[in-house]
């Protein structure tokens, strides 16, 4: 299974951008019961875990996203996606999805880099 995420870029502060990650390679089977989550690697940082969500679509977030991302899934498509809004500066990095807890789908994939200017 590879982790193809995308959709990053430069964006001012305030202004949005929409993630997408595909599992691909992977069957429905495997994808649709895993909790997914996406994960952020800021610059001279660990990687973290920003937003989750379960099979059953119930969702949590990092403290420092809560009310300006939203993270849905699509199981049909096997991708998850993650809604940036009102972005900031301390969110640049580089933007991972995977499972939680990470690794039981397939390795990191490249990521999508996130830049927000102020």
């Known amino acids: 299974v590879q982790l193809q995420a995308s959709g990053g870029g430069l964006v001012q502060a305030g202004g949005s951008l929409r993630l997408s990650c595909v599992a691909s390679?992977?069957?429905?089977?495997?994808?649709?019961?895993?909790?997914m989550g996406w994960y952020r690697q800021a610059p001279g940082k660990q990687r973290e875990l920003v937003a989750r969500?379960?099979?059953?679509?119930?969702?949590n977030y990092a403290d420092s996203v809560k009310g300006r991302f939203v993270i849905s899934r699509d199981n049909s498509r096997k991708t998850v996606y993650l809604q940036m809004n009102s972005l900031k500066p301390e969110d640049t990095g580089v933007y991972y999805c995977?499972?939680?807890?990470?690794?039981?789908?397939?390795?990191w994939g490249q990521g999508t880099q996130v830049t927000v200017s102020s």
């Open positions: 390679g992977s069957i429905f089977s495997t994808f649709s019961p895993k909790v």
């Open positions: 995977n499972s939680d807890p990470a690794g039981l789908l397939g390795d």
């Open positions: 969500i379960t099979s059953e679509r119930t969702t």
